[in-house]
C-alpha cells in the first residue's frame, strides 16, 4: 500500500505563451486524502483537468501504480478508475436519480426482441448507493435529481463514483456552496470514500473543512506547488496565510500601516495601493 | 368534477393516502400541464363548435393537421430535449415534395426511385445540419435558419433550371398513394397512421431504450454527458437526420396527397412544430420533455388550429388562441415543473 496510486512528477503545462502549472510533483495514496489548496486562479482547475485527463501536461509525467501513463480523455482517466466530481454534482437536475444514476451505462432487459432501460433495477441499485453513504433521506429512485439539497446531489455524485469501481476521487470544490450543516455531511462522505481505501483529491479554499478531512496538503500558488506538508505539521493561519500569498499579504499590511501613520490614521486611498 | 372533489375530500381525511399518492406522482410527470391543456381545448370547441365539430369529420380535420405537424414535431421534440432546435424543416418539406414530384412526376421516373430520392435528401440536410453544429460549435438555431434559406434557395434555384416552374404535378400509382397520400375512408389522412407509428418509435426510443437517457443526459449537461462516455456527436448528427427524414416524409405524403408540389409550402411547420412540442410540456433549453406529451401538444394545437372553423368566430381569432395558450401552456409546464423539482415523499 505503500506505493501512490496517482503520481505527479514535474509536470509542466502551459497553453500558448502563459505558463499555468510549474513543476507540479505530488503523490497519493489509496486511504488517504490530498487536500489541494490554493486560491481563485492558482492553476486547481488546470491541474483537475490534468488529472481527470480532459488536459495533458506539456512537460512531466503522470504515474499510476508507479507506471507512466498518458490519458488520452476523460474517458479513458475515468476508465482507469479517476473519477472527478464537479462542484454542483456535475449531474442532471431534471433527470431521476436512477437514471442520472446510470448515464451512459444504463442496465436494460429484454422484452420481446427489444432491450429496454431497467427504470425498476436502475432506481434500486442507485438508492442503495446512496443509501450505504448514510443519506437515508433518499428512498425513491424516480425522484429528480434537481429537488435534492447541494450536499444530497454531492453524496450522490460521489456514491455513483464509488459504484462505478473509483480507485481515485477528485472533489472539486465540494462544499464551496454548501452551508455548514451541508458541508459536515460531504465532509462526513469523505472520510466514508476514504475509509473504503479510495485516494481522494480534496480541491478547496476553505482550510477548515480541508483540516478535517486531509491527511496531506498541498499549497498551490501561482501555478507552482508552495507547500507540500502532512497533517498536523501547520496551523490553519499558517496555511491561511501561505493561500493568501504570505509575503504579498505581509507587505500590504506594512504598506497601509506605514500610510496611516503618516496621514493621522487614515486609511490609504485605493489608488496609493499598488 | 364530482369525482376530483372527493378525491380532495377523501385525501383530506387522510383516508386514501396510496389514491392521493398516485395522483401526485402523475402530477409529476412532463406531460400532465399539455394533457389538461387538450382536455380545455377540446372541451372548449366541443361547446361553441357546434354538432360539427363531434361528428367523424371534424374529428378527422384536426387530426389531418396534427398527423402532418405530429410526423415533425416528434423528432423536433427529441432534438429539443437533446437541447438543439431544427428549423430547417421548414425547407426540407417543399424539397423534398418538389424533390419526389420533379423525379417521378416530370421525368417519369418510378415512383420509388423520387421517394427514396427525397427521403435521402432529408438524411443529407440533417446530416450537414448535424456535422455543422458539431464542428462550428454555432448555436443550432443559427445553423439551420441557415441551411432554411440555404435549401430553399437551392429549392427555387433547381426548380426553375430543371421544370422551369415552381411547382410540378405528380401522378402516383394507387399503390403508392394508398400507403403515402390518400384519405382513408374519404376523410382520413394514411399519414395519422404513420404518425401513430412514429409516435411509438420515438416513445420507444425516449423512454424504454438506454438512447432515451442518453437524449435526456445531452439536453441537460453535455460536458457531463460526454464525460459520461455518451458518443454526443453521433447521437446529435442522428437526431438531426431524424428530424431531417421526418420532415422529407411529410413533404413525399403531401406531394402524393395532393398530386403537386410548390417550392414554398412549409414554412409555417417551424412554428407549428416548436409550438406543439413546447406545448407538450418539453423544455426549450433541453433535458425534459416527453413523447405523449408532444402528441397531445400538437394534438391541442390542431385542435384550437381547425376548432376556429367550427365555431361562429372568425378565423382570424385563431391565432390570438394559439399565442394566449402557448404562454398559458409554457406556465403551466413550468409550475409543474417545479412541482416535480420539489417533490419530496412524506416522513414515515
Redesign the interface.
Known amino acids: 500500500m505503500a506505493e501512490p496510486i496517482l503520481q505527479l512528477s514535474n509536470v509542466n503545462k502551459s497553453f500558448g505563451p502563459i505558463d499555468v502549472l510549474h513543476d507540479i510533483s505530488l503523490a497519493v495514496k489509496a486511504g488517504e486524502v490530498l487536500c489541494l489548496l490554493g486560491d481563485n486562479g492558482a492553476g486547481k482547475s488546470t491541474l483537475i483537468k490534468i488529472l481527470s485527463g480532459v488536459h495533458q501536461p506539456t512537460s512531466g509525467t503522470i504515474l499510476m501504480d508507479g507506471e507512466p501513463i498518458q490519458f488520452a480523455s ?2 479513458y482517466a ?1 476508465d482507469l478508475g479517476i473519477s ?1 466530481v ?1 462542484q454542483f454534482g ?6 431521476s436519480i436512477g ?2 444514476f ?5 442496465p ?1 432487459r429484454k ?1 420481446g426482441p ?4 431497467d427504470r425498476r433495477k436502475a432506481n434500486e441499485i442507485a438508492v442503495k448507493a446512496v443509501q450505504e453513504f448514510g443519506i437515508t433521506r433518499i ?2 429512485g ?3 435529481v ?2 435534492l439539497s447541494g450536499g444530497e446531489r454531492q453524496s450522490l455524485a460521489i456514491a455513483r463514483a464509488v459504484h462505478f469501481g473509483a480507485r481515485v476521487l477528485i472533489l472539486d470544490e465540494p462544499t464551496a456552496a454548501l452551508g455548514v450543516k451541508e458541508a459536515a455531511h460531504v465532509l462526513r462522505i469523505v472520510l466514508e470514500a476514504r475509509k473504503r481505501g479510495l485516494a481522494v483529491i480534496f480541491i478547496t479554499h476553505q482550510v477548515i473543512h480541508a483540516l478535517t478531512v486531509g491527511d496531506h496538503f498541498a499549497v498551490l500558488i501561482r501555478g507552482a506547488l508552495a507547500a507540500d506538508f502532512r497533517k498536523g505539521e501547520k496551523t490553519r493561519e499558517e496555511i491561511t496565510d501561505l493561500m493568501a500569498g504570505g509575503e504579498a499579504m505581509a507587505e500590504l499590511e506594512a504598506e497601509i500601516e506605514s500610510y496611516q501613520s503618516a496621514h493621522e490614521g487614515r486609511a490609504p486611498p485605493v489608488a496609493d495601493l499598488r | 368534477m364530482n369525482s376530483m372533489v372527493e378525491i380532495q375530500t377523501a385525501a383530506k381525511a387522510g383516508s386514501t393516502p396510496n389514491l392521493w399518492s398516485s395522483i401526485g406522482i402523475l402530477m409529476r410527470r412532463p406531460e400532465v400541464g399539455s394533457f389538461l391543456g387538450m382536455v380545455a381545448v377540446f372541451a372548449f370547441f366541443a361547446i361553441f363548435g357546434g354538432a360539427n365539430f363531434v361528428t367523424a369529420g371534424g374529428t378527422a380535420s384536426w387530426l389531418n393537421v396534427a398527423s402532418e405537424i405530429g410526423i415533425v414535431a416528434l423528432p423536433v421534440g427529441l432534438l429539443m430535449i437533446a437541447g438543439e432546435l431544427d428549423i430547417s424543416i421548414g425547407s426540407v418539406i417543399p424539397a423534398a415534395s418538389m424533390t419526389v414530384a420533379t423525379i417521378s412526376g416530370y421525368y417519369d421516373l418510378p415512383i420509388m426511385v423520387g421517394v427514396l430520392a427525397a427521403l435521402g435528401l432529408g438524411l443529407l440536410v440533417g446530416f450537414i445540419n448535424g456535422v455543422l453544429v458539431i464542428r462550428t460549435a454555432v448555436p443550432s438555431l443559427i445553423v439551420t435558419l441557415g441551411s432554411l434559406f440555404a435549401v430553399a434557395g437551392l429549392t427555387l434555384g433547381v426548380a426553375i433550371i430543371l421544370t422551369g416552374s415552381t411547382g410540378v404535378a405528380i401522378r402516383a400509382d394507387p399503390l403508392a398513394k394508398a400507403i403515402l397520400g390518400q384519405f382513408v375512408g374519404g376523410m382520413f389522412q394514411v399519414t395519422i397512421f404513420w404518425w401513430l407509428g412514429a409516435a411509438i418509435i420515438v416513445g420507444y426510443l425516449l423512454h424504454f431504450s438506454r438512447y432515451g437517457n442518453w437524449i435526456l443526459a445531452l439536453g441537460g449537461d453535455k460536458v457531463s454527458a460526454r464525460n459520461a462516455g455518451i458518443p454526443t456527436d453521433r447521437v446529435i448528427t442522428l437526431l438531426f437526420m431524424g428530424s431531417g427524414l421526418c420532415a422529407a416524409f411529410v413533404g413525399v405524403s403531401q406531394a402524393l396527397l395532393y398530386n403537386s408540389a410548390q417550392v414554398s409550402t412549409g414554412q409555417s411547420f417551424i412554428f407549428n412544430s416548436i409550438i406543439s412540442v413546447v406545448i407538450g410540456g418539453v423544455l426549450l433549453t433541453g433535458g425534459f420533455g416527453s413523447v405523449v406529451g408532444i402528441v397531445f401538444g400538437t394534438i391541442t394545437f390542431a385542435i384550437v388550429n381547425q376548432g376556429i372553423f367550427y365555431t361562429g368566430f372568425d378565423a382570424n381569432w385563431a391565432s390570438l388562441i394559439i399565442g394566449v395558450l402557448l404562454l398559458a401552456a409554457v406556465l403551466m409546464n413550468n409550475t409543474f415543473r417545479k412541482m416535480a423539482l420539489t417533490y419530496t415523499p412524506k416522513k414515515k
Open positions: 476523460p474517458r475515468s472527478t464537479h456535475g449531474a442532471f437536475p431534471l433527470m437514471r442520472s446510470f448515464v451512459g451505462v444504463e436494460t422484452w427489444f432491450s429496454i432501460y428512498d425513491d424516480d425522484r429528480l434537481g429537488g
